[in-house]
């Protein structure tokens, strides 16, 4: 039994570790891409870049939440060993995926022209480009649909590692793609075709994959039965809304600032943002990991092992972007003069401030919006964003207004905080003990070393002009706090699994 726990354990953390290293890579790649980008796009096509990238994000989650259902229902079925069900769900999640982007490839397509021409203040020599890049979307939508559940399947097996061997060379190129713009004067459409191609040979990838982890599943097509189906279109309804509500309460700020602003200023918002937000990868690589896991508790009796897995979760978050945090908002003036320019000091460095701060609320908040879809509550995420919205969408407008992008920052800020304590207040009521769990000598302990670093770095950003003795102090700092971390935060198993994960990765 001990045995079992433990196997599975190191299981989800070197998931968690595989996962963590395959967002890593293209996160890295794209701080290093993005400035070409601009420089081979200029601010109007970047803008636009950026429009297209909030597009393939949102349109891929037109699956009627089926790929999240995929996942949790064969998790599910794996954990209860009823697998003869499995074909079932993986043909409901690629016959309606195919459906809904067929469906929604043709809306995409015939409304192309007034997005490009009417809805964006885009100027008018764009506008055949950023139609065209549209189309180009529209066309991969259906295989890249389907291709979110195929994803969720090989997740639903723990495959993570399989995932991430398709996923990383995708998401890179997703950024190291437009900088082909700087040295080969690749024009914004073709940039958009080849992104949408390679997320089309990703679908196939890992639909040959799921045909080796599920070999009965794909020998003949099985249509849905009635219960499976219902239960799925439940369940992805309000995944659904979450998902629908999701991206426009993520992007609706840009809109608003392209509308209301010029695409140009777009850029002085969303670079540093797209480069903040995109640490969201490492909470969601955890996430990843654990919600199948969430899926397999919820038929479970006691609340043991859903105690365990979110108070390590959170600790893990709270460690790792609180770090982070702290360095961006006292080093913002420093990252954004080596990687953007003396331009963008000037006009974001107050947001690339908020967004380094507030990403913490925001990244820790994955853990209850995970945990309550796996727990068979995808509602409760989703009546919040239907709360959140028009609020949140009157309060862009009028901060646009007011104070541009400035004002934008705050409002994102005030929304990503209002929804972390709502989800954290449903899910301590829903878990007893959870709350005192949480607040354990570990959670002290992180706490005072981040509020220690935090001074730390203060006192250096007062009085270290120089930008080389900044650079070393920090990495003095960061170091020892790492040493401190080791010895002080992790148990006796955590140290030694780390010990092996890093042994195997020098062997």
């Not at 426009?248 to 600032?257: G, N, S, T």
Request: charged share 15%.
């Amino acid at each position: 039994m001990t045995h079992s726990r433990t196997t599975t354990g190191n299981i989800l953390v070197k998931n968690s570790f595989i996962n963590l290293m395959g967002m890593v890579i293209p996160l890295l790649v794209g701080v290093a891409a993005i400035p070409f980008a601009i420089r081979g796009l200029g601010k109007d096509g970047f803008g636009i870049l950026s429009i297209a990238w909030v597009i393939l994000s949102y349109t891929v989650l037109l699956d009627l939440g089926l790929s999240r259902a995929t996942t949790k229902f064969t998790s599910e079925r794996l954990h209860q060993k009823h697998k003869k069900e499995i074909p079932t769900i993986l043909w409901t999640a690629v016959l309606l995926g195919l459906g809904y982007g067929i469906l929604g490839g043709a809306i995409l397509y015939f409304t192309s022209p007034v997005l490009a021409t009417s809805m964006l203040n885009i100027p008018t020599h764009y506008h055949t480009e950023t139609i065209k890049v549209i189309r180009y979307i529209s066309y991969g939508l259906p295989l890249l649909l389907i291709s979110i559940s195929l994803k969720g399947m090989l997740g639903a097996a723990q495959r993570f590692d399989l995932v991430n061997a398709v996923q990383i060379p995708i998401n890179t190129l997703n950024f190291t793609v437009p900088a082909f713009s700087f040295f080969f004067g690749i024009k914004l459409s073709m940039i958009i075709l080849i992104i949408v191609a390679l997320r089309i040979l990703a679908c196939l990838m890992y639909f040959y994959l799921c045909s080796q982890i599920y070999p009965i599943s794909l020998k003949k097509i099985e249509l849905p039965n009635k219960y499976l189906f219902k239960k799925m279109l439940i369940f992805g309804g309000w995944v659904t809304i979450t998902s629908v509500i999701s991206p426009i309460l993520v992007y609706i700020d840009r809109f608003f600032i392209g509308s209301i602003l010029s695409i140009s200023v777009l850029t002085f918002y969303a670079a540093p943002l797209e480069a903040i937000t995109r640490l969201r990868i490492i909470p969601t690589a955890i996430m990843n990991t654990l919600f199948p896991e969430f899926s397999k508790s919820a038929t479970d009796v006691s609340h043991e092992r859903i105690l365990i897995l979110i108070k390590k979760s959170l600790n893990m978050i709270l460690l790792i972007i609180g770090t982070l945090s702290i360095i961006l908002f006292f080093y913002a003036k420093d990252i954004l003069t080596l990687w953007l320019g003396n331009e963008f000091v000037l006009n974001s460095t107050t947001i690339f401030k908020l967004f380094s701060i507030s990403i913490l609320f925001n990244f820790m908040a994955l853990v209850p919006f995970t945990y309550l879809q796996g727990a068979d509550r995808p509602d409760i995420p989703a009546k919040f964003h239907l709360a959140e919205l028009p609020v949140y969408i009157v309060a862009v407008w009028f901060f646009v207004h007011r104070f541009g992008i400035t004002g934008a920052a705050y409002a994102w800020c005030l929304r990503v905080t209002v929804d972390a304590v709502l989800l954290f207040s449903f899910t301590f009521r829903d878990i007893p003990g959870l709350l005192k769990s949480f607040l354990s000598t570990i959670f002290i302990k992180i706490i005072t070393l981040l509020f220690v670093f935090a001074v730390a770095l203060f006192l250096v950003n007062n009085f270290i002009t120089d930008l080389f003795s900044r650079i070393v102090i920090l990495a003095f700092l960061t170091t020892l706090m790492t040493i401190t971390i080791y010895f002080e935060i992790l148990d006796n198993s955590e140290r030694t699994l780390l010990l092996s994960i890093f042994k195997r990765r020098s062997a």
